[in-house]
């Protein structure tokens, strides 16, 4: 079991899953196989970070089994600590997938119901030495979307996290087909998201979570400042807001990024991307990208256009871990897309 180094720079909590992507590009209703995959929003951030250098710790709750401890053995292979991983109940939280391309959208079918971490109570987890040390916590809408306990064991954590110091940062992660346990994401995420210091969000779970609306005809830069500006007054403790966008261009993929920090806008141009291997994923290198440039001093400019690069970077891999190095990013900045064969 990987031991967390004192101080942890940031401790994550979230369910941890296996994915199962259709071979071969095929529908559900054609393939015989599935590529298996590791996953999970905060895991995925917190396998970027701690590639990028970062001291993670990763907290969740799994069966005692075998496919449980193979994918935290993999966590542990990528510098992620799981020594506050908590162990119980009977099944590993699932979800499918079946890839899209320019005609017709990627399209996932969810099997989280009844999941050790669907079933996690309060009290199983001791907050106050999970968040010991900790420089920043960071969750994101996934964790409470599955079961009413684990939004009570959210609300558990972040009043632990308030009262410790801890920086809080938060990922809205919109799922709308995860939300039947009789709650709606309304009546729940704002409670959650009061403390957070850290926001990444997008416009449609803004308008999900709070009501906001910005005007469809304007371009994302100003839809971004109408957004934050409504967010500011929902959040008071907010001084960071991260938000990514993508677009096409016949069959070329846009993707570009707004920040706002201390009041001050910034965006970056973004990425022509002219083939996408899997889209799963990005948000979370995004959110991993500007955790690593607010955590090393990085100047806001630079901290867009490193956590943008993060985000183009995982459209290039399969599965959910953005499985790159910070001098790939960096190189990234300088030449994007690249066919290239380094020798």
């Given at each position: 079991?990987?031991?967390?180094?004192?101080?942890?720079?940031?401790?994550?909590?979230?369910?941890?899953?296996?994915?199962?992507?259709?071979?071969?590009?095929?529908?559900?209703?054609?393939?015989?196989?599935?590529?298996?995959?590791?996953?999970g929003?905060?895991a995925?951030?917190?396998?970027?970070?701690?590639?990028l250098?970062?001291?993670?710790?990763?907290?969740?709750?799994?069966?005692?089994n075998?496919?449980?401890?193979?994918?935290?053995?993999?966590?542990?292979?990528?510098?992620?600590?799981?020594?506050?991983?908590?162990?119980?109940?009977?099944?590993?939280?699932?979800?499918?997938?079946?890839?899209?391309?320019h005609?017709?959208?990627?399209?996932?079918?969810?099997?989280?119901?009844?999941?050790?971490?669907?079933?996690?109570?309060?009290?199983?987890?001791?907050?106050?030495?999970?968040?010991?040390?900790?420089?920043?916590?960071?969750?994101?809408?996934?964790?409470?979307?599955?079961?009413?306990?684990?939004?009570?064991?959210?609300?558990?954590?972040?009043?632990?996290?308030?009262?410790?110091?801890?920086?809080?940062?938060?990922?809205?992660?919109?799922?709308?087909?995860?939300?039947?346990?009789?709650?709606?994401?309304?009546?729940?995420?704002?409670?959650?998201?009061?403390?957070?210091?850290?926001?990444?969000?997008?416009?449609?779970?803004?308008?999900?979570?709070?009501?906001?609306?910005?005007?469809?005809?304007?371009?994302?830069?100003?839809r971004?400042?109408?957004?934050?500006?409504?967010?500011?007054?929902?959040?008071?403790d907010?001084?960071?807001?991260?938000?990514?966008?993508?677009?096409?261009?016949?069959?070329?993929?846009?993707?570009?990024?707004?920040?706002?920090?201390?009041?001050?806008?910034?965006?970056?141009?973004?990425?022509?991307?002219?083939?996408?291997?899997?889209?799963?994923?990005?948000?979370?290198?995004?959110?991993?990208?500007?955790l690593?440039?607010?955590?090393?001093?990085?100047?806001?400019?630079?901290?867009?256009?490193f956590?943008?690069?993060?985000g183009?970077?995982?459209?290039?891999?399969?599965?959910?871990?953005?499985?790159?190095?910070?001098?790939?990013?960096?190189?990234?900045?300088?030449?994007?897309?690249?066919?290239?064969?380094?020798?």
């Open positions: 079991m990987m031991m967390t180094p004192s101080p942890v720079q940031v401790t994550a909590f979230g369910e941890f899953m296996m994915r199962l992507h259709s071979a071969g590009s095929q529908r559900f209703l054609q393939t015989q196989e599935y590529k298996a995959y590791y996953a929003a905060e995925n951030a917190c396998v970027l970070l701690s590639r250098g970062v001291t993670t710790r990763y907290v969740t709750r799994v069966p005692q075998d496919i449980a401890l193979a994918g935290i053995q993999q966590l542990q292979g990528h510098g992620v600590a799981t020594d506050h991983v908590v162990y119980g109940g009977e099944k590993l939280g699932l979800y499918f997938t079946e890839p899209g391309n005609i017709r959208p990627t399209r996932v079918i969810y099997d989280r119901a009844g999941s050790s971490y669907a079933e996690l109570q309060p009290g199983m987890i001791d907050w106050t030495k999970s968040l010991h040390d900790s420089q920043y916590f960071h969750w994101s809408g996934v964790a409470p979307a599955v079961s009413q306990s684990a939004a009570d064991v959210c609300a558990e954590a972040l009043a632990v996290a308030k009262q410790q110091g801890v920086i809080i940062s938060a990922d809205f992660n919109y799922r709308s087909t995860l939300w039947k346990y009789g709650k709606k994401a309304a009546d729940i995420m704002p409670a959650l998201l009061q403390s957070s210091e850290i926001v990444v969000a997008d416009l449609d779970s803004a308008a999900v979570y709070y009501g906001i609306n910005t005007d469809a005809n304007a371009p994302l830069e100003e971004f400042k109408q957004c934050s500006e409504a967010l500011k007054k929902q959040l008071p907010m001084k960071t807001l991260g938000m990514s966008f993508r677009k096409t261009d016949g069959s070329v993929h846009i993707y570009s990024g707004a920040f706002m920090h201390k009041g001050q806008y910034y965006f970056s141009a973004g990425y022509k991307l002219p083939y996408i291997t899997d889209q799963i994923g990005t948000g979370d290198a995004f959110t991993a990208g500007m690593y440039g607010l955590m090393n001093g990085l100047e806001p400019p630079v901290i867009i256009e956590a943008t690069a993060c183009a970077l995982k459209q290039s891999i399969h599965g959910d871990w953005a499985i790159i190095s910070k001098l790939e990013v960096e190189q990234f900045i300088l030449t994007g897309s690249s066919g290239r064969i380094i020798r």
